[in-house]
């Protein structure tokens, strides 16, 4: 059998911490986070609500991590989901996916499967037509596993 | 909150012995005066439907001793809160007498000498009785019967049938629904055949199948009993491939899936439910946070962490209940329903005290049949312990002292690891430990006692990995297990530091030399939920190691400091 090395956690206790602090969450984000979602909002403010990240507590597998996205949104052609993406902040590079809707699409859902590297903040930011952006986080555990019961 | 201490384990017991005053005035004959079978089903009937439930059997058929945790702290929110409250703060808590029958089954106070007195519990045939009594005095159309898992497993018969022989009685009892969590590690192809053999609904709301994400068992039985009309929501331990291995049911996804269980909720109601029963294996801090999000469950009956509580906790109107483990206690909850809606209930904790509850006539011949091909060897002595033995507690127990320095001196290995399972029965200082006794604490289907190595650095990993299992401060990260159990090794935990940074000061004991990260240590193990471990069987390893010893005598267990 082998025991994988693997990071101390010392990187998933800032996550906690980070998960605390609410509305101020991307300033506590890792570079490559903070990067990927500025360059995706372009510089406007997440707000929460109407997005909903959908992750399981505690990854069965961290090679392939179920994640579901769904936003509020009454799809008009006044008012529309643009694009929803998915980053995961604690992987070498942060972006998972990101998902592209007109009105036409009737409503902005989608889901997908990830890797994660290790314990993490999975980050799903939606940005509608009037420029405005939300967003939904999650902490997935990725553990060692075996010794419960 | 728990102040600083210097944790000793062994120390509970030996007080145990010694006694805190109590010790020795209950004989045996006295206090079986005060307790009747009669006395113990007691209760004042409440409105027109009852449930009744036992959950995390182990697959005991037959009475155990079974000590209570003198350890079990509760993080965050629940610190000091049921069932986060042990040994004489329980009985505070409570109002229970130290030294009463109820002490004896709820607490670890004073184990030795009340066991001595006060006898084993639990047994298929005392809980058939049980069983019997309620329906035959509330009427069996108004009773609902719900086994919340972990009934398959946690004996030597039970391995030797894959689960068959719980399978019998269980069906002797004719309970309406079931869920689980060690049933799936008989793995896919048997957990399918015994289901589809079941003449009563497994329930798993929260169990997909990988493949196409959809539901893979029935979520929701719904029933008429009592002139009402009950739904019943099955939830399997949401963390069964995680804990247990993956490999051996790779076509089933699980998860706590909250929006699942309110949308069934919704579902029931809609369909003319009256009262909404969630059957649950999520741990007990996992469903009184549930209960908590979750709007209209009128009642959870919970399991998997093995508490037994006299009393629901109550969130909001939703009762939640917790019915102890391996067949000590059976749960009675009276439900009075008006105009669609619970407005009153009662409940009873019943204790299954062996000698005072009578053996049902059927279900012990049953339960001798079952046994009768492995009872010579179930009863073959290996060594005599004179100390006594018990697993549950969050950071040790003395079978599992033993457990690990049978690894150590049997693999020749620098470090021992043994898994933090709550199952596991106990045996009383003076007795012979059986065949039996030793299954009991070991019996599954992954039991390889692996030889390995592992630096310094991935045992602390694997340490904290496990702390933040059972310590973080939102229930849903838990997985309901305590710690894994170290030999040779020693450390300090903060319980409530930030994941990653509760151990400190890990120290090999032998030397006194801390754990270098840089270094490899030679570990055995048992129980690794990766697929193709090697090694022995975990019960050869103790067996060979107790055949050797002759004598079991345990120094006191001062290797884990409890620091915060």
Redesign the interface.
Known sequence: ???N??E??????GA??FAVTGARIAWAAAEDTKKALMDFTGGAEPQTGRITL?A??????GNTV?VSVSVESPMTAEDYVESVTILAEGNPSPAVATFHFTAMSGEAAASTRMRLAK?QNVIAVAKMSDGSVFMDTK?V?V??????? | MFSRREFLMAAVATSSVLGSGMAGRWSRAMAQQRLTEDGLLAMEGTGNLTLVHVTDIHAQLKPIYFREPSINLGVGEVAGKPPHVTGADFLKLYDIDPGSPHAYALTSEDFVSLARSYGRMGGMDRVATVIRRIREERGADNVVLLDGGDTWQGSYTAQQTQGADMIEIMNALSPDAMTG??EFTYGTDRVKEAIDALPFAFLGSNIYDNEW?EPAFEHTLMLERGGTKVAVIGQAFP?T??????WMIPGW????RE?DIAKHVEEAREAGAEVVVLLSHNGFDVDRKLASRVPGIDVILTGHTHDALPEPVMVGTTLVVASGSNGKFVSRVDLDVRDGRVTDWAYRLIPVFSDVITPDAEMAALIDKVRAPYEAELARELATTDALLFRRGNFNGTFDDMICEALLQERDAEIALS?????GTSVLPGDAITVEDLHNACAMSYPAA?R?T??G??L???L???A??LF?P?P??Q???DM?RVGGMGYAIDPKA????RISDMTMLSTGEPIDPARDYTVAGW????E???GPAIWDVVESYLTRTGTVSLPENQSVRVAG
């Open positions: 059998m082998t025991f090395r693997r101390a956690l010392a990187v998933a206790a906690l911490a959908d399981p507590e505690i990854a069965e597998n179920p314990t902490e555990k553990t060692i596993g075996g010794c419960g019961g | 969590h060690w994400d963390y491939p995680i804990a247990n291995p993956r996804s699980f998860g706590i929006e898994p933090g399972f709550r199952w692996y390995s592992m630096s650095a991935t602390k990993d694997v904290e990995d496990v933040d299992n973080n939102d849903y990260y997985q309901g297990g894994v930030a994941m990653g940074s129980a690794s939920v990766n193709g471990t090697e």
